[in-house]
């Protein structure tokens, strides 16, 4: 349904994403992940035909609406956003405060030739289906965030697009009315089948939206997977996002099929590689992910001796409902436990007064790919 | 109107202040029966002018502004400083200098002369009107860009994938989404013409009964010595400008 091949965007000369290739299937919603900046908003904005890329092609529903030459960046097709049958949701929403409810999703077919009654039942249809009737003639600076949301929504999917490009739907949303939205989003998407991108940096939506994960990060696609499982999770963004501790280290030796010794400062971890199918190679480096849970903490500093013991100081807690959050430093690093009441009060005495260790269980760690700033990967 | 704040206060005595003042003028103009004289015919007459005058020079600078201003507020030019500099020059020249380039321009320049004897610019209607548009179109081009940089570029993008091209959308959807600002900005136009009194006199060259627009019959009247007839003219003058703002405000609604 969507090829992106190759896809370079930059600005004089500078890159902001570079050589980004995927496919989405149709019908298919695909979640794309990144931190700010990363790209997620001008590869969204480079599909829909909003900036030209140095290089690339892409095809929309088996029509190229993109292409440039790799070497020359001659564009050799770029055809407008409006002929590219898609529907765009900035994250702003971009409501026209002048028009009501319904003149704003109007728009959405100002330009297609179909007769105006046929336009006025399309309209009364969406608006129906999304429970937007009653707000039908309100001015948008009326409503509700959510409300706005679904409103750009109604109006990017009322010509019937072929393809869906939200930004950020939720980045204006607050907490407690986000489950919400994104169920009736959901269902919308279900209902219509249409095939939909959406950028967040909220690893939440990936959940919720699971259909084909992709991750942005330093200008590249770090992460191309259908579903969000451990075993496929090998982009430090994403184990951040998803509460994991990320750790550098080297490969020291390979003690059994993906299972290694990785080095982190003076202390050995025992890892292993679910998501990495080759051979590391000895002193290349890699990240270690372990989660916040499941751990044990010691008082003492009795690590950096033996094999997944690391020495750690406390720099915070946070006091939750059911459990007790500690930031600790693993020099360098900054990681984050999670301890489960009765534990915490039982070292909760000594921990203030000495340096800890941190015992990590072997089965809990695992070897993921360090990314270079420079985009390659070591591993 | 709430309740009496510092604020309310000086803003009653400011009021106060301007009805006392203008009403000076019009007890003046009024309490005296009025010496009937062909002047006063001719300052109706001016009036007239003015208004006709600077309602085609509104006409005329918003229609070129306006596209002027979008493209400025939508371009990182190189230069664009230079370039807004020299288009803002009448902007910050008095109105009788910027007067005398253009009367300097119309009888000197060959081009110039041509455009005068075709067009009829120099102690003529349209002189009147091309002072106002020289003098004007510096504040339309500045109020303008300013007020275009603010719609936001999500805006502008939706619009594109809508398949709005880019001037369509200025006129289909972003004009009448900020109507009152460019009401304000029509009424900044209107009153830099309406109260020019250098630059029409010079181009104009002031010819009873052709080219005397408002602000140059209150001087010619002035000359005359008749200080009723003055505060007569004043008072219309004010009336004038008056209705104008009220049915602005009301346009901008």
């Known amino acids: ?379 | 109107m709430g309740e009496l704040t510092p604020l309310t206060i000086v803003a009653g005595f400011i009021i106060l202040f301007e009805l006392i003042i203008l009403g000076t003028v019009f007890y003046l103009a009024f309490s005296t029966p009025l010496p009937i004289t062909e002047l006063l015919q001719e300052i109706k007459e001016s009036a007239i002018l003015s208004v006709e005058t600077s309602l085609i020079t509104t006409t005329i600078v918003l229609m070129i502004s306006i596209p002027i201003a979008y493209w400025f507020s939508r371009q990182d030019l190189k230069g664009k400083q230079a370039l807004r500099a020299l288009l803002g020059i009448p902007y910050i020249l008095s109105p009788s200098a910027s007067g005398l380039i253009l009367l300097i321009f119309f009888v000197r320049n060959p081009f110039g002369k041509i455009l005068n004897e075709s067009l009829g610019i120099v102690n003529d209607f349209n002189g009147i009107v091309l002072a106002q548009c020289f003098l004007a179109f510096p504040i339309a081009l500045i109020y303008f860009t300013a007020l275009f940089k603010t719609i936001p570029q999500s805006l502008e993008e939706v619009a594109r994938t809508l398949g709005y091209g880019r001037v369509e959308a200025l006129y289909r959807i972003f004009l009448p989404s900020l109507k009152p600002q460019v009401v304000s900005g029509a009424l900044l136009v209107f009153a830099r013409a309406f109260g020019d009194f250098g630059a029409s006199l010079i181009l104009g060259g002031g010819i009873r009964g052709r080219t005397v627009t408002l602000p140059i019959a209150l001087y010619f009247v002035n000359q005359y010595g008749d200080i009723i007839l003055v505060a007569y003219a004043l008072s219309s003058y004010v009336l004038l400008a008056y209705l104008i703002l009220f049915l602005t405000s009301i346009l901008e609604r």
């Open chain 1, 1 to 379: 349904m969507l090829t992106v091949e190759g896809i370079t965007v930059g600005f004089n000369n500078v890159p902001i994403i570079e050589d980004i290739s995927f496919q989405v299937k149709k019908g298919e919603t695909a979640v794309l992940m990144g931190p700010n900046a990363s790209g997620k908003t001008t590869l969204i904005k480079a599909i829909a035909g909003l900036v030209t890329p140095l290089k690339g092609r892409i095809i929309i529903d088996g029509n190229i609406v993109f292409e440039a030459n790799g070497n020359s960046g001659r564009v050799i097709l770029n055809t407008p956003p409006h002929l590219r049958g898609i529907g765009y949701v900035p994250s702003d929403y971009a409501l026209f405060n002048h028009l009501t409810v319904r003149e704003n999703v109007m728009l959405g077919l100002a330009k297609k030739s179909i007769s105006s009654q046929e336009k006025e039942e399309k309209v009364k249809s969406v608006l129906e289906f999304m429970g937007l009737e009653k707000y039908s003639n309100m001015k948008p600076h009326a409503l509700s965030s959510g409300l706005k949301q679904k409103v750009a929504i109604a109006r990017a999917i009322v010509a019937e697009p072929k393809l869906l490009l939200l930004d950020e739907p939720f980045s204006s949303i607050d907490p407690a009315s986000k489950p919400a939205l994104r169920y009736e989003l959901k269902k919308l998407l279900n209902s219509y089948k249409i095939t939909t991108i959406m950028a967040t940096h909220d690893v939440e939506d990936a959940f919720w939206f699971q259909g084909r994960v992709l991750v942005l990060t330093g200008k590249r696609l770090t992460y191309d997977s259908p579903l969000l499982s451990i075993d496929t999770l090998n982009d430090e963004y994403l184990a951040k996002s998803l509460g994991f501790n990320v750790l550098e280290g080297r490969i020291v030796q390979n003690v059994a099929p993906g299972k290694y010794y990785v080095e982190i400062g003076s202390t050995m971890v025992l890892a292993r590689t679910s998501s990495i199918r080759k051979e590391l190679t000895n002193g290349s480096l890699v990240n270690i992910i372990f989660p916040s849970t499941g751990l044990k903490l010691i008082p003492g500093c009795e690590g950096n001796s033996r094999v997944n013991s690391l020495n750690a100081s406390l720099l915070d807690v946070i006091e939750r409902l059911d459990h007790v959050t500690l930031m600790l430093e693993v020099d360098p690093f900054k990681i984050k436990v999670d301890l489960p009441r009765g534990e915490w009060e039982n070292i909760r005495s000594e921990v203030f007064k000495t340096c800890l260790t941190l015992l990590l269980p072997e089965n809990k760690v695992s070897i993921i790919e360090k990314y270079e700033p420079n985009g390659e990967g070591n591993a």
